[in-house]
């Protein structure tokens, strides 16, 4: 395959900034704040909202105005493993911090 082939692929895969604007403001926002910061912290906003959903889940069920308990028990298993996986990302990046600060220079 030759470097032509290959560079003419990854063209198509280009926004342009004029397209992203006129594709409306959510999409240029999303474009906007795609750093890994902006990923982490929307991340963790989705992750938050869903902890809070599934304790209103656990108070209706408490106070019984849930009819269907199979749902609830699965959003609280789907909330139970987003916040695992989100510790194991924690723990990751930490364990790749420190390596980074035990490197000799």
């Known amino acids: 395959m030759n470097i032509e082939a290959i560079q003419a692929m990854g063209m198509h895969d280009e926004v342009p900034a004029s397209a992203a604007a006129a594709a409306g403001p ?4 999303a474009t906007a704040g795609t750093g890994f910061g902006a990923q982490v912290a929307q991340g963790l906003q989705d992750l938050n909202q869903q902890l809070l959903a599934s304790q209103v889940d656990l108070q209706r069920l408490a106070a019984g105005e849930t009819a269907n308990l199979h749902e609830v028990m699965v959003r609280l298993e789907e909330s139970r493993i987003a916040l695992q996986l ?3 990302v924690r723990n990751r990046a930490l364990e790749a911090y420190q390596d980074v600060m035990r490197m000799q220079i």
Request: hydrophobic content about 70%.
């Open 86 to 88: 989100a510790l194991q």
């Open 26 to 29: 959510a999409a240029a926002s």
